[in-house]
């Protein structure tokens, strides 16, 4: 995905305030004809948040991310570490790659019940595309503890909570 350049440091904070404790950014200066003070930014449908600087939209978690760090994260993706998209704290934010934040997402389970199979629960990850195997277990928990354990020895802190 190609982001627009972010607006410089300097510039974020000329024009808005980051407030950490909701996440939400607000109005520094009355640009545009709107009120100091107001929140600025608005929810997609998706859960990401999008605020319009100098008459741009930007996700606004790459917004934060340039407002504390003065970095722009160009093709680096920043992950939600609570994996809640509007949650824009800069504690909640980290640089991450691709398949980093693709990985810090809930629905991958890792495990499956095979009915025909003699352990009936096999235990699998996906990584780089490839489909490892784990093995077959004689009960949930087994391929569920398998799963956990592949899963934070590959990624690290970037592993999702299982």
Wanted: charged letters at 30%.
């Amino acid at each position: 995905m190609r982001y627009h350049q972010l607006p410089s440091q300097e510039k974020l904070q000329e024009l808005l305030i980051h407030d950490d404790e909701t996440g939400r950014f607000i109005r520094r200066t009355s640009a545009g004809g709107f009120d100091v003070g107001t929140m600025v930014g608005f929810t997609e449908e998706n859960g990401y948040r999008r605020t319009q600087v100098e008459g741009i939209r930007y996700l606004e978690h790459r917004l934060v991310w340039m407002y504390y760090t003065g970095k722009d994260p160009g093709c680096l993706d920043i992950d939600h570490r609570n994996r809640i998209r509007d949650d824009n704290r800069i504690s909640n934010l980290r640089l991450a790659t691709v398949p980093e934040n693709n990985n810090n997402n809930p629905t991958h389970k890792g495990y499956t019940y095979v009915k025909t199979a003699k352990r009936p629960w096999k235990s699998y990850k996906k990584i780089d595309g490839d489909l490892l195997h784990l093995g077959y277990h004689s009960t949930e928990e087994a391929a569920r503890a398998m799963y956990v354990f592949i899963t934070k020895k590959w990624y690290g802190e970037f592993a999702p909570a299982c």
